[in-house]
């Protein structure tokens, strides 16, 4: 692929995942999305087969971005393994408090808007949360090993748990345009996690 195909198509994705962030996936429509882009539409299909195409492409950039963001923090050996979880949250908590309560994750809409709507946006929203949850787990397998956590806890299991209150979080703090549910969740994950 030359550089002039795939800055094309980057900056497709790219104005397809604001356009979404600031709308919906139903609710902005192609025309908009590659005027953004500055791209003909005859030009869109050399890249997509259809709209649905360009949300799991949608999907996967911001799936490969979070992962590496959350790769760096949960590799940072200064920290123990639960210190390294504890601080990953704490990091994202962070990014919505500097960018405010009102920006979503386009994962996360996405996943309540098409989910039950178009299976291949559907499997690489599982797929993105699957492999997050699995770094998690990683990272709490090693705190196992030193004793961080109890002996009697499943690494995955507990890695899925954070996930979901994580994400119902970023859910109330849609709703009440806060970050208090985010503040909770931290404070439980800071005082429960190491007794668990």
């Not at 649905?52 to 760096?72: K, M, P, T, Y």
């Not at 990091?91 to 386009?106: K, N, T």
């Not at 990272?139 to 748990?161: C, R, V």
């Not at 703090?173 to 985010?182: E, G, K, R, S, Y």
């Amino acid at each position: 692929m030359t550089s002039t195909t795939a800055n094309t198509k980057d900056r497709i994705i790219d104005a397809g995942s604001a356009a979404i962030a600031a709308k919906s996936f139903n609710g902005c429509g192609l025309k908009e999305i590659l005027d953004t882009a500055g791209v003909p539409k005859g030009s869109f299909y050399h890249y997509f087969k259809c709209k649905e195409d360009l949300g799991v492409a949608v999907i996967e950039e911001s799936a490969a971005a979070h992962s590496e963001f959350i790769r760096e923090l949960l590799s940072n050996r200064q920290l123990s393994p639960l210190k390294r979880v504890q601080h990953m949250f704490s990091a994202m908590r962070d990014h919505y408090i500097e960018s405010g309560p009102l920006r979503e994750c386009v994962i996360a809409k996405l996943a309540l808007e098409v989910a039950q709507l178009s299976e291949p946006m559907r499997l690489a929203i599982k797929f993105a949360y699957t492999n997050w949850s699995a770094q998690i787990a990683r990272a709490l397998t090693e705190a196992k090993a030193a004793g961080e956590i109890s002996e009697s806890q499943d690494p995955q299991e507990l890695a899925d748990f954070l996930v979901n209150a994580w994400e119902g979080c970023t859910l109330r703090m849609q709703i009440d345009q806060n970050t208090v549910a985010l503040d909770q969740f931290m404070e439980r994950i800071t005082k429960t996690l190491p007794k668990v």
